[in-house]
């Protein structure tokens, strides 16, 4: 079955590290997305990517970084600059960028900061 | 970047059907309508989008209004497994960020 995979499910971590958040996609779709979620909040848009080897960023970029070297893999790194990093994290993917064009998305990784 | 206000909560019975409604008063000419729910600790699911017409897939119904300035998601028996957040979104590929952006959404309460 096509869909996208992000991995571990629970993640935790102590204050002042970094960590990689794994997202691979098998729908061969062009265009990738990072969401962050807030308790009892909607998602919010980390960064984007609609080919490979670019990136935007999106409403709250600052302290994490990604990378899009294949077309399937879009990691995020949230950085030790990242202020409030404890959330739920979910990523994306879509066929084009464009309007017409539905998100699927994976289950996301619960991320812990202590 | 265009905005949707949706009802915090909304309770329903089980078999019956569901109206979630959802403005966007602020709709471009070009701006697709997508809705979406989400379970707890889950990702959102697709659900359903269009851009004037009414549309109609295995889900559910979406009906917009004729001038664009709100729609109505329809669930036509819900079930207990309908029970979710329902996002109405704008997609708006206009300039800054792309994507989706979710506002806090509809908690449906189905009631059995």
């Known amino acids: 079955d096509g869909g996208i995979t992000q991995s571990p499910k629970y993640l935790f971590r102590k204050e002042g590290q970094n960590v990689t958040l794994s997202c691979e996609q098998n729908?061969?779709?062009?265009?990738m997305y990072w969401y962050r979620q807030d308790p009892g909040q909607g998602l919010r848009l980390i960064y984007y990517?609609?080919?490979?080897?670019?990136?935007q960023k999106g409403d709250i970029a600052e302290g994490y970084s990604v990378s899009r070297e294949k077309k399937e893999s879009f990691p995020l790194t949230v950085t030790s600059a990242q202020k409030n990093p404890t959330a739920f994290y979910l990523c994306?993917?879509?066929?084009?960028?464009?309007?017409?064009?539905?998100?699927?998305f994976g289950n996301g990784t619960r991320l812990t900061v202590t | 970047d265009a905005k949707t206000t949706q009802p915090n909560s909304m309770e329903s019975n089980e078999e019956e059907p569901v109206h979630l409604p959802c403005n966007h008063s602020?709709?471009?000419?070009?701006?697709?309508i997508h809705w979406y729910r989400q379970l707890p600790s889950q990702g959102p699911e697709y659900v359903i989008h269009?851009?004037?017409s009414n549309v109609n897939n295995r889900m559910a119904s979406l009906a917009i209004a004729e001038d664009r300035k709100s729609s109505t998601l329809i669930l036509h028996r819900a079930t207990l497994r309908d029970a979710a957040v329902y996002y109405c979104?704008?997609?708006?590929?206009?300039?800054?960020?792309?994507?989706?952006?979710f506002g806090k959404g509809t908690h449906l309460i189905i009631q059995p």
């Open positions: 994306a993917s879509s066929p084009h960028r464009g309007q017409n064009s539905p998100l699927h």
């Open positions: 729908l061969n779709h062009d265009a």
């Open positions: 990517s609609q080919i490979v080897n670019d990136f």
């Open positions: 602020t709709i471009s000419g070009t701006d697709y």
């Open positions: 269009g851009l004037t």
């Open positions: 979104i704008l997609r708006d590929s206009g300039g800054g960020a792309d994507g989706l952006t």
